[in-house]
Nanobody, 122 residues
Framework: QAQLVESGGGLVQPGGSLRLSCVAS????????MNWYRQAPGKERVRVAAISTTGGTKNVAGFLQDRFTISRDNDKNTVTLQMNNLKAEDTAVYYCNANIDSYCSGPRCSYWGQGTQVTVSS
């Protein structure tokens, strides 16, 4: 069974840093574009960052480019989100997502992690 397991969330003070990790299993990790999303209470889920199958191309949402970095290690089936200079508005549940990098129709096109809570507060 396909699975994405996230870790690294928690409580951090404003200005602090967190490193979120997502470990994939049950599918061919290197065939999937990896993404991080976040969702704050009462708000829409938004994409934070994306990385290509090889890690050669990375994209971070414009309002986060100076503070967040995405990376992946295909040998470890892991995607990471480094978050620096955290602000209160970064508080949200952060989700790991995998999307196959080809045409796809059916249940195995994408997978989601369970989410990990990030709370930025003094």
């Amino acid at each position: 069974q396909a699975q994405l397991v996230e870790s690294g969330g928690g409580l951090v003070q404003p200005g602090g840093s967190l490193r979120l990790s997502c470990v994939a299993s049950g599918f061919t990790f290197s065939d999937y574009v990896m993404n991080w999303y976040r969702q704050a209470p009462g708000k829409e889920r938004v994409r934070v960052a994306a990385i290509s199958t090889t890690g050669g191309t990375k994209n971070v949402a414009g309002f986060l480019q100076d503070r967040f970095t995405i990376s992946r290690d295909n040998d470890k089936n892991t995607v990471t989100l480094q978050m620096n200079n955290l602000k209160a508005e970064d508080t949200a549940v952060y989700y790991c997502n995998a999307n196959i990098d080809s045409y796809c129709s059916g249940p195995r096109c994408s997978y989601w992690g369970q989410g990990t809570q990030v709370t930025v507060s003094s």
